[in-house]
């Protein structure tokens, strides 16, 4: 019987074992550390879920209803690890073990094709396929910036409450949620907080009429585009606009699809009460002294980095995955590598809204394509290879979810038209 892989123990590796133990395969799973959750366990104290409850959930296993709409952090880590210890992952999974390097078995045919060579910090086994779930917010990303600064940084992986931080003057870099986040804890606990924000965004409402907005129920109705416009008019009322909060850039884009959107209307809160302010892009440093773009300058003690992370895969070899924008380029909505078969992300791109429930799609998708690969005997399916043939490259880790949804969509017709060809026929696209 085949053998297959999964690395990572996270929310997005616990979905593929679940999806691949329940289809009958046989499976190792991975993990370097000693718990399951991935970020979870580290991520800053002041850390809730953007998306509901009752929407952001594994298949047939819904939170539990005495948990608040937007859950915080360690209720989230709680819920995956109940998840995990209740199909019994915890017997399958291999703790405190580290994945070295990933390597293709030699072939003549398509790279990965003949299966693939897993070393781990325990020693080396071979796989008919694996599955990548070792998640894209752990290798921190921090802009090289002019001059140096005398006080102290932090990232917002390295962050967890404002015990971590030197002084009262604080700078948050970064507008991202994660950044949004970080300046209103440092504004609730009545510190001095600036927020770089260099470009204008679209600020979402966590909740309309006093729901979720991922549950407001005539949303559903309309079109994605007009969903757009909606919660654009949405916001208007209830937070008001850019030039609502001194210093806030006029968004460049005109919809919410075009361009960055933020959950968060705390920071606006803040703003508005004078415990945030916001400041124009860093020129350069200097001490304790931060200029800025527009001439100003001022002192600080501590500067919070929330500028991202890097997609990294360091076990496997970085000529293997061709990279545009900084990720990967995959197909069949971010799962297949391009040029590589027989493996497999899930969690290597990150559609708008709930993320778990997208883990298990990705996931059912992939059992799918195994079973083709399987069917197809020695040397697999080539599965890359058409679909690659077929679909335009994705680059893009945050994308609309829209969007993803309909190349997952897409996805799964050429997989049927692949699956309805004769055994002895070669995958081309005038075929399908």
Same mark, same amino acid.
């Given at each position: 019987?085949t053998r297959?892989?999964v690395?990572?123990?996270?929310?997005a590796?616990?979905s593929?074992?679940q999806?691949?133990r329940?289809?009958?395969?046989?499976?190792?799973?991975?993990e370097?550390?000693?718990?399951v959750?991935?970020h979870?366990?580290t991520d800053y104290e002041?850390l809730h879920l953007i998306t509901s409850?009752?929407?952001?959930h594994?298949?047939d296993?819904p939170?539990p209803a005495?948990?608040p709409?937007?859950?915080?952090?360690?209720?989230v880590?709680?819920?995956i690890?109940?998840?995990?210890r209740?199909?019994?992952?915890?017997?399958?999974?291999?703790?405190?073990t580290e994945?070295l390097s990933v390597?293709?078995?030699?072939?003549?045919?398509?790279?990965?094709?003949a299966?693939?060579?897993?070393t781990?910090?325990?020693?080396?086994?071979?796989?008919?396929? #694996?599955?990548? =779930?070792?998640g894209? /917010?752990?290798d921190?990303? *921090?802009?090289q910036v002019?001059g140096? @600064?005398?006080? %102290?940084?932090?990232?917002s992986?390295e962050?967890?409450?404002?015990r971590d931080?030197?002084?009262n003057?604080v700078?948050i870099?970064?507008?991202?949620?994660?950044?949004c986040?970080l300046? #209103?804890d440092v =504004?609730?606990?009545? /510190?001095e907080?600036d927020? *770089?924000?260099?470009?204008?965004?679209? @600020?979402?409402p %966590?909740?309309?009429f006093?729901?979720?907005?991922?549950e407001?129920?005539?949303?559903?109705?309309?079109a994605?585009?007009?969903?757009?416009?909606?919660n654009r008019?949405l916001a208007?009322v209830?937070v008001?606009e850019w030039?609502?909060?001194?210093?806030?850039?006029?968004?460049?884009?005109r919809?919410l699809?075009?361009g960055?959107t933020?959950?968060?209307d705390l920071?606006l809160?803040w703003?508005?009460?004078?415990?945030?302010r916001?400041?124009?892009?860093?020129?350069?440093?200097?001490g304790?002294?931060v200029?800025?773009?527009?001439g100003?300058?001022?002192e600080?003690?501590?500067?919070?980095?929330a500028?991202g992370?890097?997609?990294?895969l360091p076990f496997l070899?970085?000529?293997l995955i061709p990279?545009r924008?900084?990720?990967?380029?995959?197909?069949?909505?971010?799962?297949l590598?391009?040029?590589?078969e027989?493996l497999?992300y899930?969690?290597m791109?990150a559609p708008r809204?709930?993320q778990?429930?997208i883990?298990?799609?990705?996931?059912?998708t992939?059992?799918r394509?195994?079973e083709?690969h399987?069917?197809a005997?020695?040397g697999?399916?080539?599965?890359t290879?058409y679909?690659s043939?077929?679909q335009?490259?994705?680059?893009r880790?945050d994308?609309?979810r829209?969007?993803?949804l309909?190349?997952?969509?897409?996805?799964?017709?050429?997989?049927?038209?692949?699956a309805?060809?004769q055994p002895?026929?070669?995958?081309?696209?005038a075929?399908?």
């Amino acid at each position: 019987m085949t053998r297959y892989c999964v690395i990572g123990a996270g929310a997005a590796g616990i979905s593929a074992l679940q999806q691949l133990r329940q289809a009958g395969h046989e499976v190792d799973c991975f993990e370097k550390t000693d718990r399951v959750g991935g970020h979870w366990h580290t991520d800053y104290e002041a850390l809730h879920l953007i998306t509901s409850r009752d929407m952001t959930h594994f298949e047939d296993f819904p939170m539990p209803a005495h948990y608040p709409h937007f859950p915080r952090r360690d209720q989230v880590r709680e819920y995956i690890e109940s998840y995990a210890r209740k199909h019994g992952h915890y017997d399958i999974i291999r703790f405190n073990t580290e994945v070295l390097s990933v390597t293709p078995v030699p072939t003549e045919g398509p790279t990965g094709s003949a299966g693939w060579q897993v070393t781990t910090s325990a020693g080396t086994g071979f796989y008919d396929g #694996v599955i990548v =779930a070792n998640g894209h /917010l752990w290798d921190k990303k *921090v802009p090289q910036v002019p001059g140096t @600064f005398a006080g %102290k940084q932090l990232h917002s992986s390295e962050y967890n409450n404002v015990r971590d931080i030197d002084g009262n003057r604080v700078l948050i870099v970064g507008a991202g949620n994660s950044g949004c986040d970080l300046a #209103v804890d440092v =504004a609730q606990h009545r /510190l001095e907080a600036d927020i *770089v924000i260099r470009e204008g965004t679209y @600020f979402q409402p %966590k909740t309309y009429f006093g729901k979720p907005r991922q549950e407001v129920e005539f949303l559903a109705q309309f079109a994605p585009e007009e969903q757009d416009l909606i919660n654009r008019l949405l916001a208007r009322v209830s937070v008001g606009e850019w030039h609502n909060y001194p210093g806030m850039p006029e968004p460049k884009h005109r919809t919410l699809a075009e361009g960055s959107t933020v959950v968060n209307d705390l920071l606006l809160y803040w703003i508005h009460h004078g415990r945030v302010r916001v400041v124009p892009g860093i020129e350069r440093l200097d001490g304790n002294t931060v200029h800025f773009s527009d001439g100003t300058r001022r002192e600080y003690d501590t500067i919070l980095w929330a500028t991202g992370f890097h997609a990294s895969l360091p076990f496997l070899d970085s000529r293997l995955i061709p990279r545009r924008a900084g990720a990967p380029v995959r197909y069949a909505a971010g799962i297949l590598p391009e040029g590589l078969e027989k493996l497999y992300y899930v969690g290597m791109i990150a559609p708008r809204g709930p993320q778990i429930p997208i883990y298990g799609m990705q996931a059912r998708t992939v059992t799918r394509m195994l079973e083709l690969h399987e069917q197809a005997g020695e040397g697999g399916a080539n599965l890359t290879a058409y679909l690659s043939s077929l679909q335009e490259p994705e680059d893009r880790i945050d994308i609309v979810r829209s969007i993803w949804l309909e190349q997952m969509q897409d996805t799964d017709r050429l997989l049927s038209a692949y699956a309805s060809m004769q055994p002895a026929a070669q995958p081309a696209a005038a075929q399908v």
